[in-house]
């Protein structure tokens, strides 16, 4: 019973992780320098490696490091996302004939 708890959690994880690491690489990188974040290289990279923890755990069943991937995970999606969202981009809330 409770290894299918832990691959829930590692199910999920990996496609918050893979969420986030899809999200940092389409944000431009000035937004996170507007915004004073760290740099995009290094979300990149963190979302990277926590995607690939939380995969190995899903394929594994063990994760011992998927604590370390899932707080990186959770740093960017609460923190940097929503600071960097709104920068750059300007098209982001329009609709397909403008602005909602």
Partial sequence: MFYW???LI???TFVASLYALIEAVRTPAQAFEVMDKQTKKL???LTSVATGLSLLAVLSGTGMFVILGLVATLIF???VRPAVKGVGGGNQNNGPYGPW
């Fill in 43 to 45: 979300w990149v990279i």
């Fill in 77 to 79: 999606l609460l923190d």
């Fill in 5 to 7: 708890i832990w691959q």
């Fill in 10 to 12: 590692y199910l999920v």
